[in-house]
């Protein structure tokens, strides 16, 4: 058959038909899935138009606004959550890598900035213990009466609780640092000047104020460094060396040289003047090198708008501080640690004196032996405490400080009791460190200033109340009720560790 043969089967039609039988199309769908939890990923169209180096998920200029055929318009952080439930605000620190002592550069000059300043604070607190006698000899006062100059100090910490963190908040870390040097210089000037003795008791309440802003901001700042047991180990072993001097040159500036006590505090003034301008200047930036750069400023603005009513106020934080069961531990372990060492401290002389039978001007060197072991210990066993295990560790130097103490108390040697106080000093050094590393663990790091202040605050007045009652007890029975006062407050110290929550893994 030819080819025309084949033409009679075949029916050819004009093109104005093809329209009529292209390929169909494929129905569009009724229902489109969207997956909210699921990044957008661009198309090709889209690459074209798309910034890099800009996030996908951040806010645009006009979130409302309708957009050209083929752009996408990057969603805005309330877009993605849009179809659900909200999720938990979540702070900025959570995604901040953890600095070090040299990353950011600066924070080389903070970490000495932060142990200058505990420096003076141990020049501050060790030396009432040598002029304990000399006060009550110049104002003709008993133990009962000097022993007020611990309690209005030990209010001053307390009420450093309740502002801390709003200071900080609204200021910043270095004008909080710049107040608290600015008040402790308030209660130096009249005491510089020898008034008489009510005003001495006002003046600690000063000190204590600026002490504890300068105690918060440390254990804050150096808790979250890397290797922060390390780093609290130097910050409290730089307070040990300022409570090594500080009973040497005490002693020293009134047995020897023949000063009036108060001249002593010409001394801590200058540190503070001098830590006033140091601190401010090396935390001046502080908040800008935080690390919380991760979203940009219109992300932040927006987020803080969004999230700001739902944040809690300052004294909100401080009573949520006030309800945990490890603050409250916290705050009752430090109050006892601080309870005995500053009744070691400021009663040892009087008792080797009283009891022992002392030359004043040879056993007020005995409490800078006691200082000089804190300062050993903090040096040197805060970094074993770390590879063995703070909470382990804790329990071994507290049961040796309280062996140690009891020999003091009933060996009638003075040489031998000097010694044995260094050995206690020796041993409390890493306990300070270890409990902020622990407690720091145990508290999110948004509640840190708060929660860390309320410990080292209402903890700290242990080192009032404490000695205070030392002093009304010696003066009815005798200074040997120190050592019964210093064991019973160890055990009370392990009693609170035992019962500490058992140490979370940080996840934010």
Same mark, same amino acid.
């Given at each position: 058959?030819?080819?025309?043969?084949?033409?009679?089967?075949?029916?050819?039609?004009?093109?104005?038909?093809?329209?009529?039988?292209?390929?169909?199309?494929?129905?569009?769908?009724?229902?489109?899935?969207?997956? @909210?939890?699921?990044?957008?990923?661009?198309? *090709?169209?889209?690459?074209?138009?798309? @910034?890099?180096?800009?996030?996908?998920?951040?806010?645009? @200029?006009?979130? *409302?606004?309708?957009?050209?055929?083929? &752009?996408?318009?990057?969603?805005?952080?309330?877009?993605?959550?849009?179809? =659900?439930?909200?999720?938990?605000?979540?702070?900025?620190?959570?995604? %901040?890598?953890?600095?070090?002592?040299?990353?950011?550069?600066?924070?080389?000059?903070?970490?000495?900035?932060?142990?200058?300043?505990?420096?003076?604070?141990? $020049?501050?607190? #060790?030396?009432?213990?040598?002029?304990?006698?000399?006060?009550?000899?110049?104002?003709?006062?008993?133990? /009962?009466?000097? #022993?007020?100059?611990?309690?209005?100090?030990?209010?001053?910490?307390?009420?450093?609780?309740f502002f801390v963190d709003a200071l900080r908040a609204r200021v910043g870390r270095a004008k909080t640092l710049m107040t608290a040097q600015s008040l402790m210089t308030c209660g130096y000037i009249p005491i510089i000047c020898t008034p008489p003795f009510?005003?001495?008791?006002?003046?600690?309440?000063?000190?204590?104020?600026?002490?504890?802003?300068?105690?918060?901001?440390?254990?804050?700042?150096?808790?979250?460094?890397?290797?922060?047991?390390?780093?609290?180990?130097?910050?409290?072993?730089?307070?040990?060396?300022?409570?090594?001097?500080?009973?040497?040159?005490?002693?020293?500036?009134?047995?020897?040289?023949?000063?009036?006590?108060?001249?002593?505090?010409?001394?801590?003034?200058?540190?503070?003047?001098?830590?006033?301008? !140091?601190?401010?200047?090396? !935390?001046?930036?502080?908040?800008? %090198? #935080?690390?919380?750069?991760? $979203?940009?400023?219109?992300?932040?603005?927006?987020?803080?708008?969004?999230?700001?009513?739902?944040?809690?106020?300052?004294?909100?934080?401080?009573?949520?501080?006030?309800?945990?069961?490890?603050?409250?531990?916290?705050?009752?372990?430090?109050?006892?640690?601080?309870?005995? %060492?500053?009744?070691?401290?400021?009663?040892?002389?009087?008792?080797?004196?009283?009891?022992?039978?002392?030359?004043?001007?040879?056993?007020?060197?005995?409490?800078?032996?006691?200082?000089?072991?804190?300062?050993?210990?903090?040096? $040197?066993? #805060?970094?074993?405490?770390?590879?063995? *295990?703070?909470?382990?560790?804790?329990?071994?130097?507290?049961?040796?400080?309280?062996?140690?103490?009891?020999?003091?108390?009933?060996?009638?040697?003075?040489?031998?009791?000097?010694?044995?106080?260094?050995?206690?000093?020796?041993?409390?050094?890493?306990? &300070?460190?270890?409990?902020?590393?622990?407690?720091? =663990?145990?508290?999110?790091?948004?509640?840190?200033?708060?929660?860390?202040?309320?410990?080292? /605050? !209402?903890?700290?007045?242990?080192?009032?109340?404490?000695?205070?009652?030392?002093?009304?007890?010696?003066?009815?029975?005798?200074?040997?009720?120190?050592?019964?006062?210093?064991?019973?407050?160890?055990?009370?110290?392990?009693?609170?560790?035992?019962?500490?929550?058992?140490?979370?893994? =940080?996840?934010?």
């Amino acid at each position: 058959m030819t080819s025309h043969a084949f033409g009679a089967f075949i029916e050819i039609e004009s093109s104005t038909n093809n329209a009529e039988h292209s390929i169909p199309i494929a129905p569009q769908k009724a229902l489109p899935r969207v997956y @909210h939890s699921m990044p957008h990923t661009p198309d *090709g169209l889209e690459l074209d138009n798309l @910034h890099w180096g800009k996030k996908l998920n951040g806010p645009s @200029h006009e979130s *409302g606004a309708s957009t050209p055929t083929g &752009y996408q318009t990057p969603r805005v952080p309330n877009d993605l959550e849009m179809s =659900r439930a909200p999720s938990p605000i979540q702070e900025e620190e959570g995604v %901040e890598a953890m600095q070090s002592f040299a990353n950011p550069p600066m924070n080389r000059f903070r970490m000495l900035s932060v142990c200058l300043l505990n420096f003076g604070n141990g $020049l501050n607190d #060790s030396a009432p213990g040598a002029l304990i006698p000399y006060l009550e000899r110049y104002y003709n006062i008993g133990y /009962a009466t000097v #022993s007020l100059i611990f309690v209005t100090n030990a209010i001053g910490f307390i009420l450093a609780a309740f502002f801390v963190d709003a200071l900080r908040a609204r200021v910043g870390r270095a004008k909080t640092l710049m107040t608290a040097q600015s008040l402790m210089t308030c209660g130096y000037i009249p005491i510089i000047c020898t008034p008489p003795f009510p005003v001495v008791i006002v003046s600690f309440f000063f000190l204590g104020l600026g002490m504890a802003v300068n105690l918060a901001m440390g254990n804050v700042f150096a808790a979250n460094l890397h290797n922060g047991t390390k780093m609290l180990g130097w910050m409290h072993g730089s307070y040990g060396v300022g409570g090594t001097i500080g009973p040497l040159i005490a002693t020293a500036m009134v047995a020897t040289g023949g000063y009036t006590w108060s001249r002593y505090y010409i001394l801590t003034m200058s540190a503070c003047l001098f830590n006033l301008f !140091f601190a401010g200047w090396s !935390f001046w930036h502080y908040e800008a %090198e #935080s690390g919380q750069t991760l $979203l940009n400023p219109i992300e932040l603005t927006a987020s803080r708008t969004q999230n700001s009513p739902k944040q809690p106020g300052q004294f909100a934080s401080m009573l949520k501080a006030f309800k945990s069961r490890t603050v409250i531990l916290g705050a009752l372990f430090i109050f006892c640690y601080q309870g005995a %060492e500053v009744s070691i401290s400021g009663w040892v002389i009087s008792f080797l004196i009283t009891t022992r039978n002392g030359n004043p001007e040879s056993v007020g060197y005995v409490t800078a032996g006691f200082w000089a072991g804190i300062t050993l210990g903090r040096f $040197l066993l #805060s970094h074993p405490a770390h590879k063995i *295990g703070e909470k382990i560790f804790v329990y071994g130097v507290v049961v040796g400080a309280a062996v140690f103490e009891l020999l003091v108390w009933h060996v009638p040697n003075i040489i031998g009791d000097a010694v044995a106080i260094s050995i206690v000093g020796l041993l409390l050094g890493p306990v &300070y460190p270890c409990a902020t590393v622990i407690f720091s =663990r145990a508290i999110g790091r948004k509640e840190q200033v708060s929660s860390l202040s309320v410990i080292s /605050a !209402f903890g700290s007045s242990g080192g009032a109340v404490a000695p205070f009652t030392t002093g009304i007890l010696a003066q009815v029975a005798g200074t040997f009720v120190l050592h019964p006062i210093a064991i019973g407050l160890f055990g009370v110290m392990l009693v609170c560790w035992y019962a500490l929550p058992n140490v979370r893994k =940080r996840t934010e």
